[in-house]
């Protein structure tokens, strides 16, 4: 579904992917852990076609689609989507018209018909329960006044509504109580299905006792520097990061 | 004595245009006051870039010099128009019309409100010589006030009953076809305790047109009035608004300005606080392309304690247009205890396009509160990524941040029904569907 061949990019000069190549197979879920600073964020905003960074060299294939090629909107309608790890706050925009106007747009790019107000509206309902987003959360405007939990519910909700093939989900588990944690994860396992892959990215273990991958990455650096089962992640929590680090992490 | 300085030919234009038309005009007791009006233009000219208050609104640089006074429209052209014209639809309201300057009775009825709200032509005051000018110190030599009073040919004034709590707003509507100038001047006064909505409308057609219009508002002790103030004037207008108000005790002003059209529009707005424990807010949202040039000027007199004022306007410009923001708060020696808020926000789409922003504070008193700010910006990177992560493409998730913009300001009109409207109107100025 998707490969990632020796990606290099760099914001204003500093390099910061050094050579990623990763590749994920349909039905896969693949985690990505490492320290700080190790390029994971970077990876997932370059997944989505943010435009700060300077790809360098390499390539990402999407269905053997060049994906650098498109903007971050034909990205999502071919079906990548990109949870966020500080979702944005849009005042003036309500929560429920930012939703639909992003189904519909991916739809109409896709030469699909748009989806009716009241098909529209029975399936926010419907995933919207799921995910303990309330009623009000969707009428106030785009992630105003949301606490880091209710913003993290909302993007599982868009990815859910959006019914992204890839989904990249960049340290979900961030700002989350263990309770939050729980519902995210059921959200998420519930999208789990063989034509869907997923890619996590997490500084913690904790998040992949709910959401089980099939593949552990350890980055360093710009690179991935070793892949495992997740068992990896069990190391990892154990050890930290220090044998990836070159030793100088404490 | 006849001091004559007037040198540029839209001025000579303007100033045979007056002298021509003072014997056509309404109200014989009145024309002492049109001369003055006249005079004092005669000496002044029109306001240009080296007139303070007019630096970056230069009228003598855009008023034609081929001007005549609006003629009479058919009632089917005016039909016509109406229908295709931008405004609010859809509103349930009662409605007042002035066709190019001139009030029509057989296209407006308030009959549903009779005993609450009384309604006099301005032509008929004039005639009578029951009209009088209540000038406000703060707007006393406003060159757009002068040129109306020597041009003021008609308007209403309604008068709201004490007490009387009005359901729906009453629209004064202004349409312009054909071309030439109109000039008229509106008051609506609200009586004690009452409270009122009231929806400006001008809109045009797309001939060459300059309106000249002016209303005052008269807010009396616990009274609470609403405006909205609807500018979707045709691409060829020229606009000059003139507000003035006046706050009894323990009243509340909310005034609202939507400006979306016209090739150049003034709007000044004076506000003056005689009573105590009063509340105004004003806010504005503008949009503009082309080359437009939109100016909202405004002057708060906090001359009593313990009011408060808030401003907030917001301005989003494209291509090639300007927009200017002057606000000015003044708080004299007795008004302690106010608080005054101003903010003008503005958007800018395009590397033409340009804002002046003017925010300024004269404060006499020693105990009060008051903050001014004002910002200028693009459109937020993130927010245009966040939105194209989520499949949204460029060009649209533009325009629903403009809209978000603006609908802040929207916002805090206190009847959802025109907040709805409002914003139905600026998503279709857009192109986005809503």
């Not at chain 2, 005054?340 to 925010?359: H, I, T």
Request: glycine share 8%; charged share 25%; aromatic share 6%.
């Amino acid at each position: 579904m998707l490969e990632i061949k020796n990606l290099h990019a760099e914001v204003e000069g500093n390099k910061i992917l050094r050579g990623i190549d990763l590749t994920i197979k349909a039905g896969e879920v693949h985690a990505i852990m490492g320290p700080n600073g190790s390029g994971k964020s970077t990876l997932s905003y370059v997944l989505a076609g943010k435009d700060d960074y300077e790809i360098t060299e390499g390539e990402i294939l999407f269905f053997g689609e060049d994906v650098l090629e498109m903007e971050p909107e034909e990205r999502a309608a071919v079906g990548m989507f990109l949870a966020m790890q500080y979702p944005i706050e849009i005042p003036g925009v309500a929560n429920m018209t930012f939703l639909k106007t992003a189904l519909n747009a991916q739809r109409q790019t896709r030469g699909e018909p748009e989806l009716k107000t009241p098909d529209f509206m029975k399936r926010v309902k419907e995933l919207s329960a799921k995910l303990n987003v309330t009623q009000e959360m969707l009428r106030r405007p785009l992630n105003v006044g949301f606490s880091g939990g209710e913003k993290k519910r909302n993007e599982i909700l868009q990815m859910a509504l959006l019914e992204p093939k890839f989904c990249v989900l960049d340290e979900t588990d961030s700002g989350l109580d263990i309770d939050a944690l729980r519902i995210v994860s059921e959200g998420v396992n519930a999208l789990r299905s063989e034509e869907r892959s997923m890619l996590i990215i997490t500084h913690y273990q904790r998040l992949l006792d709910y959401i089980v991958p099939d593949v552990v990455h350890v980055m360093s650096q710009g690179r991935i520097v070793k892949s495992g089962d997740k068992d990896l992640a069990l190391e990892l929590e154990e050890k930290g990061y220090a044998d990836y680090t070159g030793g100088a992490a404490a | 004595m006849t001091l004559t300085v007037v040198k540029t030919p839209s001025e000579e234009a303007l100033a045979a245009l007056l002298d021509g038309a003072q014997a056509a005009l309404p109200g014989k007791d009145f024309a002492s006051v049109r001369a003055d009006a006249v005079e004092k233009f005669r000496s002044e000219g029109l306001p240009n870039r080296r007139v303070e208050e007019w630096k970056y609104s230069d009228l003598k640089r855009v008023m034609p010099k081929d001007l005549s006074l609006a003629g009479e429209v058919s009632a089917d052209n005016i039909s016509k128009q109406m229908a295709v014209v931008p405004r609010l639809r859809g509103l349930d309201c009662d409605r007042l019309v002035l066709v190019n300057g001139v009030f029509r009775a057989d296209l407006s009825d308030l009959d549903a409100l009779q005993g609450k709200v009384s309604l006099t032509p301005v032509s008929k005051a004039l005639e009578e010589g029951a009209f009088v000018l209540d000038e406000l110190e703060i707007a006393k030599g406003d060159r757009a006030l002068t040129l109306n009073t020597a041009l003021l040919q008609d308007g209403v004034i309604l008068d709201v009953a004490d007490g009387v709590e009005l359901e729906r707003p009453i629209e004064i509507l202004s349409l312009m076809i054909g071309g030439g100038l109109a000039t008229t001047r509106n008051r609506v006064s609200v009586g004690k305790g009452a409270k009122a909505f009231i929806l400006e409308t001008f809109v045009g057609d797309e001939q060459a047109y300059q309106v000249n219009e002016a209303i005052d508002f008269r807010i009396a002790d616990g009274a609470s009035l609403s405006v909205s103030r609807l500018l979707s004037e045709g691409v060829n207008a020229l606009h000059l608004g003139s507000t003035t108000a006046i706050l009894g005790e323990k009243s509340h002003f909310e005034h609202f300005t939507m400006s979306t059209g016209g090739q150049f529009t003034r709007n000044t707005a004076f506000i003056k606080f005689t009573g105590e424990f009063s509340d105004a807010e004003l806010f504005g949202a503008t949009i503009i392309g082309r080359n437009q040039h939109s100016d909202q000027t405004l002057l708060v007199d906090h001359a009593v304690p313990n009011c408060n004022s808030k401003e907030q306007y917001r301005t989003v410009m494209d291509d090639k247009a300007q927009g200017v923001f002057q606000g000015k708060i003044f708080v004299r020696q007795p008004a302690q205890k106010t608080d005054g808020q101003m903010m003008s926000q503005a958007l800018l789409l395009s590397e033409d396009a340009a804002f002046f922003n003017k925010p300024e504070l004269e404060i006499f008193a020693d105990d009060v509160q008051c903050a001014h700010g004002a910002t200028c910006g693009e459109l937020d990177e993130d927010l245009l990524f966040y939105l194209r992560a989520r499949g949204i493409p460029l060009d649209k998730a533009k325009k629903m941040l403009v809209l978000a913009f603006l609908a802040e300001a929207v916002e805090h009109v206190s009847n959802d029904a025109v907040v709805d409207a409002l914003e139905g109107f600026i998503a279709d100025w857009l192109g986005l569907d809503h």
